[in-house]
């Protein structure tokens, strides 16, 4: 995808492949773009692959092959430059915990180059908007995680970065401060200041915070596109069947009746099924001629998790 | 409950992204807070001064008691100089585990984020590492002298002692860099680092000259770079005659010597601070 205005894109990933020592191929060929303004999800389970991409997006993971730019600076070329024009938050803590988080904020704000003197500002501005400032002259080693986790928020945003990447941002975080934390990045997005690339567990962060997802499997990009149109690949509605024995035999034995199609999948005893106009009491039959005992039946419209359990299950290798 | 007051000013972020910083700003920020985790406490700035003033006032006096002169320099004022040749190593390499620790908490990885050359953590580092070796050497020659030791008054002795010093201090955080890139636990560091300081000073004549050692030995303190630190030391602060100096060089022009000792250390210095900054990039990027 292009810039949405014609310009660069924000962010222009091709091929991007990180083979660590061992042998270890943690990225496998990715390509995508991120449109200025964009909010773009990389959803994946642990080791896909995710982390390792924003490694090399932010320069502290070197590519083994393949380009990519981040607000127009080549990651291996010119890392400084994609360094000075980002920020990041990490899946794990990494502020200076003996410091206090007034500390903290400045020093990062001078390390990303803001003026001396309009530093003690924006640590008041961030401070403010994040409800730190109580906290600001008390050591870090006594916030509390979520408290934390505000702080670093903050600190990557004291510099005004052009293109924020946050890796698993509320991992950790109880409900409230999530929910909160989660109208912050609704807020940056809304107003298209900023392009963000948001890794994240959580689907249902991803259908409410982005633009367009990549879905991640085992170092591949295996689904990319709207949120919108990823759920439009499982049609409108979603029957779940829970029975009695493992799902697999009977989802084999729906496909063969052709009443089930692609997107159908199985969770142990748990079978999922996109509706594409088979009526209902075909199924139902269908189950009774296997000779399985229904335990449960749910209607619902798909969620991204569908899709997401869908592309990652056993049929990926046909996915990527 | 603390909330979050979303929306964030977003005005703001339509401005101009921060430039590149300038490399003098991230050096002096990078060595500010390097200051900060090394000296939050009183304590942290007090204890390192404990062990030069305890030499300086026990330790010192009492081998003086025994031995009152060595090469017509009071043994006390002898001593307290060889102390040094302990003291900035070990301090030195001892600040390697703030190293291991930014790495373990996770902060090392937001300071690769900065937009700066990597090699200035480790020039800032080393600004801690010169500050705590100078104010430990000022400190040891202070309780010394309060003790009775005479030292120079010549300011052209005073620039070789304390180009001697820099370049111990740097030759050593140098050291310490390169090992707390390689050694990925502070248990494992802890183990493994006092030795590299305290070994080559019990060969490089802290107690007595280097040529009263075995041949061999005297061979092999000549090529280590605290030999000719101390030998340097004494020449400025407390032996114009430059004794250490000719057993390492065995020539008549001290000034010589200590011009080619200096520039052994200097040598030193450069080499494993460029391998340090080398390696420190190495290993942490994956």
Redesign the interface.
């Known amino acids: 995808m292009s810039g949405s205005n014609g310009r660069q894109p924000a962010i222009e990933v091709n091929g991007l492949t990180k083979v660590y020592s061992g042998g270890v191929e943690a990225v496998k060929g990715v390509t995508f773009d991120v449109a200025h303004g964009e909010v773009f999800g990389l959803l994946g389970p642990n080791g896909a692959g995710k982390s390792t991409t924003i490694g090399m997006l932010t320069t502290t993971v070197s590519p083994t092959s393949g380009t990519a730019r981040v607000a127009g600076c080549d990651v291996v070329t010119d890392p400084i430059g994609v360094r000075a024009a980002s920020a990041v938050v990490f899946q794990d803590p990494v502020v200076d915990r003996p410091l206090t988080g007034r500390r903290n904020l400045s020093i990062h704000a001078r390390l990303w180059g803001v003026a001396r003197a309009e530093v003690e500002a924006r640590v008041s501005e961030v401070a403010a908007r994040f409800g730190l400032v109580d906290l600001l002259d008390r050591a870090v080693e006594t916030y509390s995680g979520g408290q934390r986790r505000r702080l670093e928020i903050a600190r990557s945003l004291i510099s005004r970065p052009r293109v924020l990447f946050l890796d698993e941002p509320t991992v950790g975080l109880d409900p409230r401060i999530r929910f909160e934390l989660l109208d912050v990045i609704g807020g940056l997005r809304d107003a298209g200041a900023m392009t963000i690339v948001l890794t994240t567990h959580y689907l249902d962060e991803a259908e409410r915070l982005c633009d367009r997802v990549a879905i991640v499997h085992e170092g591949r990009i295996v689904a990319l596109d709207t949120p919108r149109a990823l759920l439009g690949q499982l049609g409108h509605e979603i029957v779940e069947l829970r029975i009695d024995a493992p799902g697999e035999p009977l989802l084999a034995f729906l496909r063969e009746r052709a009443l089930v199609g692609e997107g159908a999948f199985v969770l142990g005893s748990t079978l999922t099924l996109p509706r594409r106009g088979t009526p209902s009491r075909d199924l139902f039959a269908a189950v009774d001629d296997f000779g399985a005992a229904v335990i449960a039946v749910t209607t619902r419209p798909p969620s991204l998790d569908d899709v997401y359990l869908n592309l990652t299950g056993g049929r990926l290798p046909a996915a990527a | 409950?603390?909330?979050?007051?979303?929306?964030?000013?977003?005005?703001?972020?339509?401005?101009a992204?921060?430039?590149?910083?300038?490399r003098w700003?991230?050096f002096t920020?990078?060595s500010?807070?390097r200051f900060?985790?090394s000296a939050?406490t009183p304590r942290e700035i007090l204890v390192p001064l404990l062990t030069p003033i305890l030499f300086a006032d026990v330790i010192a006096p009492a081998l003086a008691k025994s031995i009152p002169a060595t090469r017509g320099i009071d043994y006390q004022s002898f001593v307290a100089v060889g102390t040094i040749g302990l003291l900035v190593p070990l301090s030195c390499i001892l600040g390697g585990i703030g190293m291991i620790v930014d790495r373990e908490?996770?902060?090392q990885?937001?300071?690769?984020?900065?937009?700066?050359?990597r090699s200035l953590m480790v020039f800032g580092n080393l600004t801690v590492a010169l500050a705590v070796s100078l104010f430990q050497v000022i400190a040891l020659i202070g309780a010394s002298a309060a003790r009775g030791s005479t030292f120079s008054t010549d300011v052209s002795g005073w620039l070789w002692a304390v180009a001697a010093v820099v370049g111990l201090a740097t030759f050593m955080h140098g050291l310490a860099e390169i090992l707390a890139a390689r050694i990925k636990k502070q248990e494992e560091y802890v183990g493994v680092a006092p030795p590299v300081a305290l070994l080559p000073w019990f060969l490089a004549g802290s107690f007595f000259p280097i040529s009263a050692m075995p041949a061999v030995l005297t061979a092999i303190a000549k090529v280590l770079p605290v030999t000719h630190v101390l030998a340097l030391l004494r020449y400025g602060v407390v032996d114009d005659n430059g004794h250490g100096l000719h057993d390492i060089w065995g020539m008549s022009n001290t000034t010589a010597m200590a011009t080619l000792s200096l520039a052994v250390v200097g040598v030193f210095a450069a080499a494993v601070l460029a391998l340090s900054t080398r390696v420190f990039t190495r290993e942490a990027?994956?």
């Open positions: 409950m603390t909330t979050i007051t979303a929306p964030l000013d977003l005005r703001s972020t339509t401005r992204a921060a430039s590149r910083p300038a700003s991230v920020t990078l500010r807070r900060a985790l939050h908490s996770g902060a990885r937001d300071l690769l984020a900065a937009p700066a050359p990027i994956s």
